[in-house]
T-cell receptor, first 115, second 112 residues
Framework: EDQVTQSPEALRLQEGESSSLNCSYTVSGLRGLFWYRQDPGKGPEFLFTLYSAGEEKEKERLKATLTKKESFLHITAPKPEDSATYLCAVQPSADRGSTLGRLYFGRGTQLTVWP | DGGITQSPKYLFRKEGQNVTLSCEQN?????MYWYRQDPGQGLRLIYYSQIVNDFQKGDIAEGYSVSREKKESFPLTVTSAQKNPTAFYLC???????????FGPGTRLTVL
C-alpha cells in the first residue's frame, strides 16, 4: 500500500533559525513528489514537483530535495510569514492504470516561525 | 483571472439532507478531483474525473456522488448516506491526469 509519512508533526522555529521537514514514502513506482503550502482555512498552494532522485528545486527561502525513499523541504532563515502547514504528496507511476493522476498525501507538518 | 472557484465557502446542513458543493475552473484543465480534509489527517480522495462524462471513485466515495457534464464544472453532492460529512472539502484540477494539481479555496461543511 502506498504511504506517505511526514515529520515532525509540528515545528516551532525562531525567525532566522533554519531547519528541514521530512517526507518519507513507500510506493511501487514514483512518478512525482509534490510539496504544497496550506494556510489555515485555505486550499493548498503548489510549491514544487520533484521527479527523480537527486533533483532539487528552490523558491525563495525554500529548497526541496528528493532521494529514493524521502524528500526534504529545507527552510533557510525563515520568517514569520513562512508559518503554515506544509503538505507532501506522491503520485505513483503512470503504469498503474486506474490510479493515474491521483495523489497520496501525508498529514502535513505545521510550521510556526516566531519573531 | 484563471483559477478554481468553490462555493459556498461555508455550508451548514441538517441531518438527512443532501447538499451540493460547487467547483468551477477556467484553466481549461481536463482532470478534476475532490478531496476531503479532516483535522490531523491527510487529504483523502473522494472522486476524480479525467475527461468529461467520466469519473472514478477514490478511497472514500461512499455517501458522495459527482457529475462531469462540462469540462469546467465538477459538482460534489454529499448525500444523507454519508455518516460523518462535517469536514473541509477541496476541489483540484490538473491539465491532464498526471500533471500537477491546483487547488481551490475549499468549502467547510458542517452538519447541525
Amino acid at each position: 500500500e502506498d504511504q506517505v509519512t511526514q515529520s515532525p508533526e509540528a515545528l516551532r522555529l525562531q525567525e532566522g533559525e533554519s531547519s528541514s521537514l521530512n517526507c518519507s514514502y513507500t510506493v511501487s513506482g514514483l512518478r512525482g513528489l509534490f510539496w504544497y503550502r496550506q494556510d489555515p482555512g485555505k486550499g493548498p498552494e503548489f510549491l514544487f514537483t520533484l521527479y527523480s532522485a537527486g533533483e532539487e528545486k528552490e523558491k525563495e527561502r525554500l529548497k526541496a530535495t528528493l532521494t529514493k525513499k524521502e524528500s526534504f523541504l529545507h527552510i533557510t532563515a525563515p520568517k514569520p510569514e513562512d508559518s503554515a502547514t506544509y503538505l507532501c504528496a506522491v503520485q505513483p507511476s503512470a503504469d498503474r492504470g486506474s490510479t493515474l493522476g491521483r495523489l497520496y498525501f501525508g498529514r502535513g507538518t505545521q510550521l510556526t516561525v516566531w519573531p | 483571472d484563471g483559477g478554481i472557484t468553490q462555493s459556498p465557502k461555508y455550508l451548514f446542513r441538517k441531518e438527512g439532507q443532501n447538499v451540493t458543493l460547487s467547483c468551477e475552473q477556467n484553466l481549461n484543465h481536463d482532470a478534476m478531483y475532490w478531496y476531503r480534509q479532516d483535522p490531523g489527517q491527510g487529504l483523502r480522495l473522494i472522486y476524480y474525473s479525467q475527461i468529461v462524462n467520466d469519473f472514478q471513485k477514490g478511497d472514500i466515495a461512499e455517501g458522495y456522488s459527482v457529475s462531469r457534464e462540462k469540462k469546467e464544472s465538477f459538482p460534489l453532492t454529499v448525500t444523507s448516506a454519508q455518516k460523518n460529512p462535517t469536514a473541509f472539502y477541496l476541489c483540484a484540477s490538473s491539465p491532464r491526469g498526471a500533471d500537477t494539481q491546483y487547488f481551490g479555496p475549499g468549502t467547510r461543511l458542517t452538519v447541525l
